[in-house]
């Protein structure tokens, strides 16, 4: 991918990969290659199935894609480190994509459960120290799935692995597939010279009558890689003049994912309509930015798709 995007003119822009030094503290690396990952990025994502668990099966052709993204800092209180991913087409249209968190020694959080279902895990205490939970948010900023694991800087080289945890469908499948229902997954980040990667382990699996079938694993690659001369300025635009109103809705999120019981999303995996909506608002936010114009629109459209009370599906 590096080979393509320098013949179109956009040559990788590298940077020494700090490492850990003699005597510091591991926090403080953590955090450095963490905050490693801001930056402006020609990214590919690759995902290739692998090993056949389940008799019948065919893999399916692999999937490839790509794009330009940035990714900015949202938040960053020591402890807790947020990125805010947003890609960027070469006609300057912008799309809010995912966001990721990282919080130092967290002992619970939310977890993917299963369909559309989202409940509090508290970690074994002896598990907690010196780990980084990373937790992945979607367009809408509602939860997708949630890992904890420790950064080894061996060798001068910063990897973060995740535990075992479960996810939801993928956007790249739910539109297509209806023979599994969810992904075991091991996340690996890697920091690099020209950027950063993110290995996945991924099982598939299908889950009928509360009991589970491996269908076949995948291996994903996605790779963003530094690069100079794309014109990244309308995705750090759109964020400057929106990211008050994605506070509001991190802070309406963690209030809802921050309770005990569960956290049921209220439409079907898939369905866009409610990332549409609060996208909209946001829009709506970028043109008239009053917040309080359009914070009683995102409280009925949250009410309306989110609830941890009622199981009931639209």
Known sequence: MAKSGESAGFPSLERPVAGCKVNERAFDCDRRAILSMLGKYQVSFNFHETTVLKSGYARKDPKHSGGFEIVVLAEDTNSKISMQHILVG???MVIKHWRQDWVYELPSHWVYVDVQRFDTHHRKSASVPGTWTQLVYGVNDGPRYAGSGRWNHRYGVSTWTSERTWRPLPRREYSKRKDYHLLNVENRHTITPQGWTHEQD??????????D?????????????????????????????????????????????????????????????????????????????IMNKHLPEFEETFDEFVSSDTPTMH
């Not at 964020?239 to 569960?262: G, I, M, Q, Y």
């Not at 909209?280 to 936010?285: H, I, Q, R, T």
């Open 213 to 289: 079938t491996i269908l076949v694993r995948e291996f994903g690659f996605n790779d963003y890689r530094r690069i100079t001369g794309f014109n990244f300025s309308p995705g750090f635009d759109y964020w400057e003049a929106t990211s008050p109103f994605w506070t509001l809705v991190r802070k309406r999120w963690d209030k809802e994912l921050n309770k005990e019981n569960e956290t049921r999303l209220l439409f079907l995996t898939g369905d866009e309509k409610f990332s549409d909506e609060v996208l909209s608002l946001a829009d709506a936010y970028q043109v008239n930015p």
């Open 90 to 92: 070469a006609s300057g």
């Open 202 to 211: 991924n099982t598939k699996v299908i889950r009928k009558d509360g009991e």
